[in-house]
């Protein structure tokens, strides 16, 4: 497709097991995002991937959370022994170029909701 | 530290009045500023952006933002609401940091447009 896809869109998890949610990019597109957005809150940064390489991890919440992009393309979130606090919207996005720079755009996927009863 | 804060968490306003979403941004250097808006169940879209090189930003559906230094702001305005703009707007700083540019938002502002 033309856009950025996740999967899957509406994931229900009872505490303590494993998710995995799935990123695939705009074909073509270098930098790979991942951010976390809470009910009511703005998106928080996650990690990040420039092709397969992860630069940064710094966002993520704690050791559970597992993120990898092996090909340089399809990506995924992986949460384990999953919390309550778990419970979000979790939002892919991609750009084409390594650096920004000041454009800004980075394209969103409409996120995968999580929650975790 | 860069950050942005959107005063207002809700707006309310009727549909053909004008619309501000204000947001003040904290920066060591010149920022690079965006306003992001998000449709339920969709995902987030690019309204406009700043990157110093007109302080008077015009966006899609209408939308215009200005950059203001001296007050360290940057709100977003409209002149007459649709109920189609009925979304929640972030305001978002691009910070530049271990060689690439990542996105910080702001909470968010949710806008009800009422006919």
């Known amino acids: 497709g033309a856009g950025v896809s996740q999967s899957p869109r509406y994931k229900v998890a009872k505490r303590g097991q494993d998710v995995a949610l799935r990123c695939d990019p705009i074909?073509?597109?270098?930098?790979l995002f991942w951010y976390q957005q809470a009910l009511g809150q703005g998106p928080e940064f996650l990690t990040y991937f420039q092709n397969e390489a992860q630069l940064d991890k710094s966002g993520l919440p704690s050791d559970r959370f597992f993120a990898e992009r092996p090909e340089g393309s399809v990506s995924t979130l992986k949460i384990q022994r999953t919390q309550q606090e778990d419970s979000a919207v979790y939002l892919c996005?991609?750009?084409?170029?390594?650096?920004?720079?000041?454009?800004?755009?980075?394209?969103f996927g409409e996120g995968s909701r999580l929650t975790v009863l | 530290a860069q950050s942005v804060t959107q005063l207002d968490s809700h707006v309310s306003v009727s549909e053909g009045t004008p619309v501000l979403l204000r947001c003040n941004y904290s920066s060591s250097y010149s920022p690079s500023l965006f306003w992001y808006v998000q449709h339920p169940n969709k995902g987030l879209q690019l309204l406009l952006k700043y990157t110093s090189a007109a302080t008077l930003v015009k966006g899609i559906n209408g939308f215009e933002a200005e950059f203001k230094k001296s007050e360290t702001s940057f709100h977003l305005t409209k002149p007459s609401a649709h109920m189609s703009d009925a979304a929640e707007y972030f305001c978002?700083?691009?910070?530049?940091?271990?060689?690439?540019?990542?996105?910080?938002f702001g909470a968010g502002t949710r806008l009800a447009v009422h006919p």
């Open positions: 074909s073509g597109h270098v930098s």
């Open positions: 978002v700083v691009n910070v530049f940091s271990g060689g690439y540019n990542k996105l910080i």
């Open positions: 996005a991609s750009s084409l170029f390594p650096r920004t720079g000041n454009t800004g755009e980075l394209f």
